[in-house]
T-cell receptor, first 115, second 113 residues
């Protein structure tokens, strides 16, 4: 069983479109995250939810909107896609996001290409 | 805010040779440090972590790292590189009560047969 699964694995779309990425974790963790990895492999946190409550909202354009219907799911919707949104988006989870001892478990990523 | 610096984006090592990846941190309070590994087309996996217990930390796949406060470092080593060690390695830092993990820019390790 995959611990953190995200779909789709690849997403190719045109500028101006709206797209969603879904994430599910079966680890029973309380906290879920979205990270963006750019072409230079730099990882930056975008959002974090703890028990469906938004706890981290980094400086991300309003076009990005996370939604957590329950603590096992965290989706990412992106409106009006731009070329600069092309990246690999990783979902992750941890037992407790406020506990420094709690490691992150990552999904395999969604490679978004905007043309 | 805390941060980590990883120098040298690409590191080449011969099979069987020592793997050494450097990580220096910046933090005004005691840090908690992590190394993660990313294999091609996969997410990151935890290699090891330092959370104020033993300063020499052993992780998976024969890797270890030593926390040196005087040098603000947490370098990752493996005595003998294997072809399967080819991957991207990330150092990361957080602090007590902080819900953010700050990642370094990563090191791409290439193992030469």
């Amino acid at each position: 069983d995959t611990a953190v699964s995200q779909t789709p694995k690849y997403l190719v779309t045109q500028m101006g479109n709206d797209k969603s990425i879904k994430c599910e974790q079966n680890l029973g963790h309380d906290t879920m995250y979205w990270y963006k990895q750019d072409s230079k492999k730099f990882l930056k946190i975008m959002f974090s939810y703890n028990n469906k409550e938004l706890i981290i909202n980094e400086t991300v354009p309003n076009r990005f909107s996370p939604k957590s219907p329950d603590k096992a799911h965290l989706n990412l919707h992106i409106n009006s896609l731009e070329l600069g949104d092309s990246a690999v988006y990783f979902c992750a989870s941890s037992q407790d996001g406020t506990d420094y001892n709690s490691p992150l478990h990552f999904g395999n990523g969604t490679r978004l290409t905007v043309t | 805010a805390q941060s980590v610096t990883q120098l040298g984006s690409h590191v080449s090592v011969s099979e069987g040779a020592l793997v050494l990846l450097r990580c220096n941190y910046s933090s005004s309070v005691p840090p908690y440090l992590f190394w993660y590994v990313q294999y091609p087309n996969q997410g990151l996996q935890l290699l090891l972590k330092y959370t104020s217990a033993a300063t020499l930390v052993k992780g998976i796949n024969g890797f270890e790292a030593e926390f040196k406060k005087s040098e603000t470092s947490f370098h990752l080593t493996k005595p003998s590189a294997h072809m399967s060690d080819a991957a991207e390695y990330f150092c990361a830092v957080t602090t007590y009560g902080n819900n953010r993990l700050a990642f370094g820019k990563g090191n791409q390790v290439v193992v030469i047969p």
